[in-house]
């Protein structure tokens, strides 16, 4: 308990006869970033909402900081929700100053960390305009600005890269490094595998409710063995999909992610391409995030 930021016990939580969250067990590590993966409408709002005391579990135990989730340790924890919530007509340094004294900062402590935070995120020039004037992606910032503002321990992000350009998500990535090695934990909920791949040290997916898997990323990995095959070549590969042993791939035309069977041998695929295609690389890799994902929900996912 000493060393978990958040700790999960057997939680459930249903909304009717739709059971939302089942039966999840899980420890968030103190000092982590640690990514909360899955498919949209896998769980994972309901059950960071449950850790933000917003719904309560049905049944099992939630722990933050070590403490039961409730208004005690709230003041420890920032929190960007997937759904924005801002007072549309305050100016924004008003509504942040607003939003630190809930936190129970100073008015001028607060207006002060809000002024250097909106001129770190770009939003500078913007502090005296209304909310409602903001565009989407300024309004986004504005509200992650609310979630820094009082230093928490443990920041929780829900979806935060949605929407944003490339410059702004590599903006919010720095942002989200340099506060995980000041010493805040970072939980974040995305279905962007790439983005969790490089930011996270520790992962869970969830899907359907149940958790699929958890671990570091090596562990994760290494659980599903080097069993893909980065393929660079000339000429048209579409063949290779129908290959014995390949259960699956990734075509970006001159470039393919090959998914092999459990036991299948790479070289039997290399001899194959070198017969037909002009190669120019062939590298045998962990499967990424990516490839784990589709492995383990993209059977489970609703069908259209």
Request: charge should be negative; proline fraction near 4%.
């Amino acid at each position: 308990m000493d060393t978990a930021a958040i700790t999960i016990r057997d939680v459930a939580k249903s909304f009717g006869e739709f059971r939302a969250v089942d039966g999840i067990t899980l420890d968030i590590p103190l000092g982590d970033i640690f990514g909360f993966l899955g498919p949209n409408g896998a769980g994972k709002t309901t059950t960071i909402r449950m850790i933000m005391d917003i719904l309560r579990p049905d049944s099992g135990e939630i722990r933050v900081l070590g403490s039961m989730p409730d208004d005690g340790v709230k003041d420890r924890v920032g929190y960007l929700p997937e759904e924005r919530g801002l007072y549309r007509k305050m100016k924004v340094i008003e509504m942040l100053e607003f939003q630190g004294a809930i936190k129970g900062m100073a008015p001028a402590a607060a207006r002060k960390a809000a002024s250097s935070w909106l001129d770190r995120l770009e939003l500078g020039d913007w502090k005296e305009k209304k909310v409602e004037e903001l565009s989407k992606g300024m309004q986004q910032k504005a509200q992650f600005v609310a979630s820094v503002l009082a230093k928490p321990d443990l920041l929780i992000l829900d979806e935060p890269f949605s929407g944003m350009d490339p410059v702004n998500q590599d903006l919010f990535k720095d942002v989200i490094l340099d506060l995980n090695r000041s010493g805040t934990t970072i939980l974040f909920s995305t279905h962007q595998m790439d983005t969790a791949e490089k930011l996270c040290k520790r992962i869970a997916l969830i899907n359907r409710g149940k958790l699929k898997v958890t671990g570091t990323l090596t562990e994760v990995k290494a659980g599903f063995g080097k069993n893909s095959v980065l393929l660079e070549f000339e000429g048209d590969g579409s063949f290779l999909a129908t290959l014995p042993g390949i259960v699956g791939v990734d075509d970006y035309g001159q470039y393919q992610e090959i998914r092999l069977a459990a036991g299948a041998d790479p070289q039997d695929l290399l001899r194959a391409a070198t017969a037909r295609l002009r190669i120019r690389r062939f590298e045998i890799v962990s499967p990424t995030l990516h490839n784990i994902f589709i492995e383990l929900v993209g059977g489970e996912l609703p069908q259209a």
